[in-house]
């Protein structure tokens, strides 16, 4: 049952902000990052694939590793949370602020107004920086390493469009997150662990700002929100959703 409290909160919001995480596309079948390794990955630890100097040590194995990844997100669809989601922003203003390197919300329907931690399919020039679009890759053909794709702008590499441990976020992306947050009737908080700063501290300024906050989450964080709803994604936004015609 929707509680009575969010389900006022989402009836009466015309701007809706939602701050999602790792959570929102579980249900879909994605690893979390610190999942298990399957298969040749199993003997590395994702926390050290994932940095500046991993790439500069061995460029075609961090390469090949995300082009794992990104296979894996391809083959995987939007859950019934994302498209809760398209269809609510067809009766209110929804801005999507997201920690998922993944593009569920995008091919749910939504617009994603930032990716806070960068996306699997958005890569980037190591040296000049240029975007580059290429074709997601066949798992059979991933295998130890591979060479990064070279830059025809430059000849540098071509990186992963994600942001690493120990880098910035991209330019501009916490103060648009920000903004949108403080021009919301509400931010509905879904599917984040609270463990990950800076977009921990976002549900605080939410509060701080007097933006109603609703969290769903199975699983206790200990973030600020005015109901926290014990819920996943694909269970607690389709219900919500239902609601507000």
């Given at each position: ?26 249900e ?6 610190r ?21 500069a ?12 990844r ?21 009766i ?18 939504s ?6 931690h ?18 997601v890759p ?23 469009g ?7 976020l ?23 662990s ?52």
């Amino acid at each position: 049952m929707v509680p009575q409290h969010a389900r006022e909160l989402a009836q009466a919001a015309r701007r809706v902000l939602v701050l999602s995480g790792a959570g929102m596309s579980a249900e879909s079948g994605v690893p979390t990052f610190r999942d298990a390794q399957t298969g040749l990955w199993h003997r590395y630890d994702p926390a050290e694939l994932a940095t500046p100097q991993a790439w500069a040590r061995d460029p075609g194995l961090v390469w090949a590793w995300y082009e794992w990844r990104r296979s894996l997100v391809a083959a995987c669809q939007p859950n019934a949370g994302h498209r809760a989601l398209a269809e609510w922003a067809r009766i209110a203003e929804m801005s999507v602020v997201t920690q998922n390197v993944d593009d569920l919300h995008e091919r749910a329907g939504s617009a994603v107004v930032v990716h806070l931690h960068g996306s699997l399919f958005a890569h980037r020039c190591d040296s000049c920086g240029a975007p580059v679009e290429l074709p997601v890759p066949d798992q059979a053909e991933i295998s130890g390493r591979l060479a990064p794709p070279v830059c025809v702008h430059c000849t540098g590499r071509i990186r992963p469009g994600v942001v690493w441990f120990g880098e910035a976020l991209p330019a501009g992306a916490l103060d648009e997150a920000m903004t949108q947050i403080e021009a919301s009737d509400l931010v509905m908080v879904v599917g984040t662990s609270g463990m990950v700063h800076p977009a921990a501290a976002l549900p605080g300024l939410a509060v701080s700002a007097g933006v109603p906050v609703v969290e769903i989450n199975p699983n206790p964080t200990g973030l600020p929100a005015d109901v926290h709803w014990p819920v996943t994604a694909a269970v607690g936004l389709p219900a919500l959703v239902d609601q507000l015609g």
